[in-house]
């Protein structure tokens, strides 16, 4: 699955073949404009107000108090990207919209939406100074009590059709117990195993500011004690001796320099137990000159840019899990998320 520019008759497929078609015009001009309309969609609610049935132009102006220009213009190229179809002057959700724009749907990506309109769109423009010095931002240090809100709300937003992917092929034993879930939060992937696996429970060990906004998400899963948030924090703590037969660190290791990564996977190996399975669950950093691969790519630059460190190859991964002591295992490419990876390995 790849984001590209396709053309969609011979001529523009000529155009392409010629190197007519100004490519770096599209980045630079439409690409920009496409992102923001579907935030600034998302987060005034123009998905939802459609969720009841097809509604004119002046019927949304008036749920939405918006101006009727500048609404026919968003809802014009909305339709172009496939967001609404419109028919008899009325727009109606198409099917995707319905599943993952409207926040009410399991799978919906809205909470990611509007933190990424709310917080996230003005850390692109440090992207010049991160070039300059190679220093980020570190956001995990300055957010504020509501946008850590807005962060655990996308990070639901962004892991619920991954959590089910995860739940039925991250390849653990069936006999599994105990789970330690370091960075987990919002705890999806954490109950989607526990679903799987009726014996097993799991304790998600995350930072007080990110349990206190996370604990209300992972209550509405109705876990109860099988899945529980312990306070604390994954560099400083000791993760104990052979507790646990099973160890993930999802989308937390683009955060950490490779020293820590390390230091992480080497209290992992202590934790486990005989037979137990490490999982690194992560966007994977594509080698330059290898098979183009946009979502690794640009996350690679993007946790770069807000944390300071980027996404890893799977080399890497295993590395680190070499020299803790662990046996690197299999590595399950997700089909629902392009350029995302479980790297395991046994102790």
Not at 67 to 73: P, T, Y
Not at 110 to 124: A, I, K, S, T, Y
Not at 225 to 233: A, D, F, K
Request: proline share 6%.
């Amino acid at each position: 699955m790849q984001l590209t520019i396709t053309p969609e008759n011979p001529l523009e497929w000529l155009a392409l073949r010629a190197n007519l078609a100004p490519i770096p015009l599209l980045h630079a001009q439409i690409m920009p404009v496409l992102a923001k309309a579907v935030l600034e969609a998302a987060d005034r609610g123009v998905f939802d107000a459609v969720k009841t049935g097809p509604k004119t132009l002046d019927e949304l102006v008036t749920v939405l108090h918006l101006n009727q220009k500048a609404l026919g213009e968003l809802m014009g190229l909305l339709t172009a990207m496939g967001y609404f179809t419109f028919r008899n002057n009325r727009f109606a959700l198409t099917r995707m919209a319905r599943r993952f724009a409207v926040s009410s749907d399991p799978l919906s990506v809205h909470g990611m939406m509007v933190f990424n309109n709310r917080v996230m769109w003005d850390w692109l423009a440090h992207l010049g100074t991160y070039l300059e010095t190679g220093r980020g931002i570190h956001y995990h240090d300055t957010l504020s009590p509501e946008q850590w809100r807005y962060y655990q709300e996308a990070m639901v937003a962004a892991s619920s059709t991954e959590a089910r992917e995860f739940g039925r092929r991250v390849p653990v034993p069936k006999s599994a117990r105990t789970m330690l879930d370091i960075g987990g939060s919002h705890g999806q992937h954490s109950v989607a195993l526990c679903q799987k696996l009726p014996g097993l429970t799991s304790v998600i060990l995350d930072l007080p500011p990110a349990i206190e906004q996370a604990a209300p998400l992972l209550a509405r899963q109705g876990m109860g004690e099988r899945v529980r948030h312990q306070p604390g924090n994954a560099l400083t703590d000791d993760f104990g001796e052979a507790q646990y037969d099973i160890v993930l660190l999802s989308s937390l290791a683009h955060h950490f320099t490779p020293e820590q990564n390390q230091l992480v996977a080497s209290k992992v190996a202590r934790a486990l137990r005989p037979g137990g399975v490490f999982i690194v669950n992560e966007f994977i950093r594509p080698e330059t000159g290898s098979k183009p691969e946009l979502v690794g790519s640009s996350t690679d630059l993007f946790y770069g840019l807000t944390s300071t460190a980027g996404n890893y190859s799977i080399e890497e991964i295993q590395e680190w899990q070499r020299i803790a002591g662990l046996k690197p295992h299999k590595t399950v490419w997700y089909r629902t998320m392009p350029g995302r990876a479980m790297v395991t390995a046994l102790r």
